[in-house]
């Protein structure tokens, strides 16, 4: 089973080589990446300066895969990419890179919002939102 998880930031540079790795597949007509990114939010006057992301890895990534799975039934998906971050992420960096790939654009545009819902909506990654005077709480997905 193929483990998602980075720790930290997913950096720029991984995310460019993944798209990079796929010119070669020359049957791929169209693409579609998903960057979930750390947001300072403001709560009850706290700003959120990190999220710290937690999961029981084996349970999170047979859920990853079975989202993964469920997402190829339901699209003519020619290749799909999913990681998230465990630990600390700061505000502005990325958390979350989805990337699909299919011979047309309309697969990949329905499969993007489909994948990312799936795994906002079943698999277990907890995010503890950081603020900058050292407090936190448990972030709730809206």
């Not at 995310?15 to 998903?34: L, R």
């Not at 047979?62 to 630990?87: D, Q, W």
Request: hydrophobic share 40%; with cysteine.
């Amino acid at each position: 089973m193929k483990n998602v998880f980075k720790h930290g930031a997913i950096p720029a540079s991984f995310i460019g080589e993944s798209i990079a790795k796929h010119q070669s597949k020359t049957g791929i007509g169209a693409h579609n990446i998903f960057l979930g990114q750390v947001r300072a939010d403001t709560i009850n006057n706290k700003t959120v300066s990190a999220i710290e992301y937690t999961a029981y890895e084996e349970m999170a990534n047979t859920k990853f895969a079975e989202v993964r799975e469920a997402t190829f039934e339901k699209f003519n998906l020619t290749c799909m990419h999913i990681y998230h971050s465990l630990g600390t992420v700061k505000t502005g960096e990325i958390c979350m890179f989805v990337f699909v790939s299919s011979l047309r654009r309309k697969e990949v545009f329905k499969a993007i919002e489909y994948v990312v819902n799936e795994i906002k909506d079943k698999v277990p990654v907890f995010g503890k939102e950081i603020f900058e005077d050292e407090t936190h709480q448990w972030k709730v997905n809206s």
